[in-house]
């Protein structure tokens, strides 16, 4: 069964005539460094084998290939992508270096927008921006992902990218987690993507490494966590956001997604009905590349085996106890 469509004004045309008027209004700065960027593309790879995710320490890039090295081992070599072959090119110091992944910095950096968008923010981070957008007439959230600590800075001109746009209308319904055909979740009690559009360098023309994601969602209109605190919701009603959550969980974990994030800041409530967001922190048993292209997944072994997360969430926790 095809993923409903209810929103046809959504359409690619105008979708891409939104996006161009869009994509130039977004300006962030990032404290990071061209190692952090080369760091940060070993951490969306896929590695031959997953487990090298959680270990690996410290990588080369030399004469074309990219080594990365876990336990003292050769974990890992490739042909360098074209973000990492221009990154190389551009700072030659780092040219045969041994990097270490300790070396990634936090980022302290902030989005710098035009007044009108600013007004538009909903929440806001250092890679990540939500904000509000009306679109034919239909208002939506759009959630605007960096995965690049660059992109969207100065240090990278939108000349240099592409972006490719999938809706909900080319997938099939996921129902579980080993089936062939180009499926996303869909259910009551997730957050719904009627698209999500991939960024990525032009002279990536086999589209390997996905630098960005501006995926388009339902918008709710109410937050768990405040009418908790609120304390305006009835037994009845705390019972049925509960057994809705429930309900999610379950459907994620059916179609091959563990959320290893949940808590009350990642329930939304559309008229009432509890709605799970936030996919940044998945664990995810399938290595269906729609999942990633309708803005569910994020590319990498790290997101598939359950000890590479495990790294991810404490590193992710160490920065905000820093703050």
Known sequence: MRVPDHQKELSR???????????????????????CRLICSIERK??????????????????????VHAKNLLADESELTNLQAKTIKSNTHLHGKL????????ERGSWCLPAPLTSQVISEGGEALVLSQTIAGYEIAVRVHAFDPFLFTYKEKLKNLTAIMH????????????????TMPFHA????NFGNIEIYHKEDVEHKDCIGWITLMEKCNGYLRKKLRAETLS????????????????????????????KPDNILLLDGVPKIIDFGLVECGSKK??????????????????????KLLKIYYTEILHF
């Open 46 to 67: 896929d590695f031959s084998i997953d487990e090298y995710a959680q270990y690996w320490k410290e990588v080369t890039f030399e004469n074309g290939k990219c080594r």
């Open 189 to 192: 009690n997730i957050v719904r």
């Open 99 to 106: 990097i270490q992944r300790e070396e990634l910095r936090a």
């Open 167 to 182: 809706l909900s209308s080319d997938f099939e319904v996921a129902n579980e987690m080993n089936e062939k055909t180009d």
């Open 235 to 262: 037994l009845q009603e705390r019972k049925e956001i509960a057994l809705g959550i429930q309900k999610g969980t379950k459907y994620l974990l059916q179609i091959g997604i563990e959320h290893n994030d949940l």
């Open 289 to 310: 590349k729609s999942y990633r292209q309708a803005g569910y997944v994020r590319s990498g072994s790290k997101y598939s085996d359950f000890y590479n997360l495990c």
């Open 13 to 35: 045309e105008n979708l891409n005539k939104w996006l161009v008027k869009f994509l130039p209004k977004l300006k962030r700065t990032t404290t990071r460094t061209a190692k």
